[in-house]
């Protein structure tokens, strides 16, 4: 099915399952412990044995010579692979570093070598036993010094310009030029990459944990030189990913290579330690933010500069997205930079671009507002645009911001407010902020194939996946609602490279992009249902587990007496979304306290308010945004790779030096959603909502922390020694 004109009213429209609050349907198997995740399948055939992963000990330079004798003579060791007998590797498309490094080595903890055993234990103590030696090189490992040499990008990084900025920046009466940081930061989610590799014959299996099936499918086809159809890729219940896992890693390369040395199934899960510096990580940036405005508080320049870096080849944070469609104004200016640094992987991590750039973006709408002397949430309705601001003859599709704004606003009781500074509650100091929420809406090619069978039952397959989204009961949803029966009479296949591939979980897309593709399907599985049922025209009418056309009626369940019925289609987007600027919008607020004296901070409320199209299931919409909130919490308060600029590497490789702030760490956190339905997305007329929900929420923590103390900080993470010094001034 081709999706190029908006919408008309469909079979979805009914929301008599669609929209409604819906538990996960696959809860009680995760909490039971029968959903199986990557190291966990039983299904395999024989008895995995354990791979560890050895990580390079620099950062950069030449392995001169590794010696594995005495690793593979140790108790209960079936195979060592290193480059030296990997056999000959691709690389791909995906992956800027190899992911099996040698003879030169590209990132710190970049996978050398992996020693299968017996146990793991047997892996891990063969592992200390091999003896590499290195010829280290210099690298670069500092954003701050190698920010000169950074680089201008082309195609849809390059930079924009529009009226004329500096002109209109330099006669603002009131202007704002300040420059803020953030940090590099791990996705820290709770399920490390890990994976199952079985060969049969040239065939192989890999039972995995990965956001996008066919991307992975592609990739380690091409790494390891085998044809497509001969590998099978399997990954139907991940422990998150945040975009982590949007691409090939190491664990599946070296549980495949390792697994073919030994001749067995091998189980790879990168261990802890491993993960930050071996896996993609969110780059930190350098942004400067100059926004010049007239004294009635309109905004007639804006401009917005990015530095990030990556290894040779790697790509941008593109941290200036927003600044392109949040705001109006006549004259603006975005430009991002590239260094090369030779620290790992960046990549892509929850809202890559948006996250880091609201959280500079929004301070700085904060501090203007403050110089004009207006309310900030005025400020910013003030400067609502309802076009692209870089090219006017193109409208949003939909956009209620503002509404999301002043909504917040009254729920919240952001008319208490007062100036900062001013409000204490025995030793706190208690502030309020806000900012907006802003995140692309994409769509993506998405298919799925759906069965009828004689009992009734309903199965969708498709190699979307769940990454603790809630896909699954979204899918089930969708099914029911366009063949009119019971969620129970659905079941949902995900995750398996043997099924349709789909959009996958990536960039806020997968919701809507993969319910519309099995909404082309189950459109063609109703046509074909009304055939079998012999109805002839007219407008079917599936409800209640049995089809109407005209004054006929059946179960459904008939159509498939004498055998399965199926049915496959995906969904292709057209110029819509060239047409239309698609986008999310939201707004956060925060009430946060600081111990005058010691300077702690804590989070005590939170609500989100969200313009996303319509939600599929405001149950597990929520449960995005919340956990969206306090992720960006973290981002505000806590997250940050600490860079060892001597040896290149991430210090706080594990979850005891790399702090996240869980639900529990913040008392009351509400989310409310506008009721909007967006006909130019797609036939579900629903977006996203797992990124939107990470968008502004650090800015939001900042504001509040700036509202409570008086004091402004600029460089994220906002830990107490980057302000604790200054509490005396207001205190
Ligand atoms: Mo997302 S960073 O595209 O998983």
Known sequence: MKFDTPAGMNPIDRLTVVGKPTPRIDGPLKVSGGAPYAYEHHDVPGKPAYGYVLGAAVAKGTIRSIDTARA?????????????????????????????????????HQAVAVVVAETFEQARCAAGMIDIDYARSDGAFDLVAAKAGAKEQGGSDAPTAVGDFEGAFASSPVQLDQNYTTPDQSHAMMEPMATIAAWDGDKLTVWTSNQMVNWGLKDLAATLQVPIENVRLISPYIGGGFGGKLFLRSDALMASLGARAAKRPVKVALQRPLMANNATHRPSTIQRIRLGCGKDGKIAAIGHESWSGDLEGGGLEVAVQQTKLLYAGANRMTAMRLAVLDLPEANAMRAPGEAPGLMALEIAMDEMAEKLGMDPVAFRVLNDTQVDPEKPERPFSQRNLVRCLQDGAERFGWSRRKAPGQVRDGRWLVGMGVAAAFRNNLNMKSGARVRLNGQGTVTVETDMTDIGTGTYTIMAQTAAEMLGVPLAKVVVKLGDSSFPVSAGSGGQWGANSSTAGLYAACVKLREAIVEKLGFGPGEALFEGGQVHVGNRSADIARAAKSGEIVAEDSIEFGDLGKKFQQSTFGAHFVEAAVDRYTGEARVRRMLAVCAAGRILNPTSARSQVIGAMTMGVGGALMEELAVDKRFGFFVNHDLAGYEVPVHADIPHQEVIFIDEADDKVSPMKAKGVGELGLCGVGAAVANAIYNATGVRVRDYPITLDKYLDRLGEVA
């Open 72 to 108: 593979q003579r140790a108790p209960g060791v079936l195979a060592v692979v290193t480059h030296r007998n990997a056999g000959k590797l691709g690389k791909g498309k995906m992956n800027t570093a190899k992911l099996l490094a040698g003879p030169d080595v590209q990132h710190y």
